[in-house]
């Protein structure tokens, strides 16, 4: 009897502890399976859901369907939508079209636009072609452009070819210059090979300067070299330095090892120092 007694409270005792982990377990399960419908993925199991859970499942697959409907996606399934909603989605799909028309997309459908909006939509198109044209990009179509137009254009892709010749950029065109822009050419770009020779840029000519450019570009590259020196780079050139600068530099040199060593901090040789700098450090006074 005794026997039998502990077998039944040993039961009730696993019971209790398998109750909660069980418990758990299927709350984890109806949660995932929650979640799975809501996302819309295959693992859903619809028969699983609570009423309420049911309801707020419809509610979420409704909002996914005005959305995918709003975003022109294939999954829209427009039988399923309000009335407000279709009309609001009608609003927005001509809207989307009128301005795709406007902007010259191919998703742009003529027939669905008003008499105003076609109109408007060809003088959009219109616009668009002569800015493509003047600025020789994009599907400019010189058989749509009018007598005025053409004239505009040549003269603005002139100006464009004038600014190309000068900045040194684009398709210059030289034949196409007259003799003046010629010279206003030739001017920009000595200027732009004697500003290039002077920063030490790649594009320099040093052929094509004057004495006094010259003059200045050798100035300017003997302080870029200085300047490299004071600073500890690897591309200073001591050999081009003067005496008085070779000097001013050691000098400094000098200072800056000595104060290293004086406050142990920063890259001290002593081997440089004098003999009175060496007796003032601490721990070597006299």
Request: aromatic share 4%; glycine share 6%.
């Amino acid at each position: 009897m005794a026997i039998s007694l502990r077998k039944h409270l040993w039961a009730l005792l696993a019971g209790l502890i398998l109750c909660p982990i069980v418990a758990l377990s299927q709350s984890s399960d109806t949660a995932r399976n929650l979640g799975a419908c809501k996302a819309g993925r295959e693992t859903c199991d619809q028969t699983k859901l609570s009423p309420s859970e049911s309801a707020d499942l419809a509610l979420v697959a409704h909002a996914r369907n005005v959305a995918n409907c709003r975003n022109g996606y294939d999954s829209c399934d427009r039988s399923k939508l309000t009335p407000p909603e279709a009309i609001a989605l009608a609003v927005a799909d001509h809207k989307n079209n009128v301005f795709a028309c406007a902007d010259g997309m191919q998703s742009c459908d003529r027939s669905k636009l008003t008499e105003s909006e076609a109109h408007d939509s060809s003088v959009a198109e219109r616009q668009r072609n002569v800015a493509d044209c003047k600025d020789g990009v994009g599907a400019c179509d010189h058989s749509k452009l009018s007598s005025s137009e053409a004239g505009a254009v040549n003269i603005a892709r002139r100006q464009l070819n004038v600014s190309d010749c000068k900045d040194g950029v684009g398709v210059c065109d030289h034949s196409q210059l007259t003799n003046s822009e010629t010279k206003q050419v030739n001017t920009a770009e000595h200027q732009r090979n004697a500003q290039n020779c002077e920063r030490g840029w790649d594009e320099c000519d040093r052929s094509k300067l004057t004495v006094a450019e010259s003059t200045s570009t050798a100035y300017a590259e003997h302080q870029r070299n200085l300047a490299a020196c004071k600073d500890g780079q690897e591309t200073c050139d001591y050999s081009k330095l003067t005496t008085p600068e070779t000097k001013t530099l050691a000098d400094a040199e000098h200072k800056r090892n000595y104060t290293a060593c004086l406050k142990g901090y920063g890259y001290c040789d002593p081997s440089r120092l004098t003999e009175e700098e060496t007796h003032s450090l601490p721990g070597k006074g006299r």
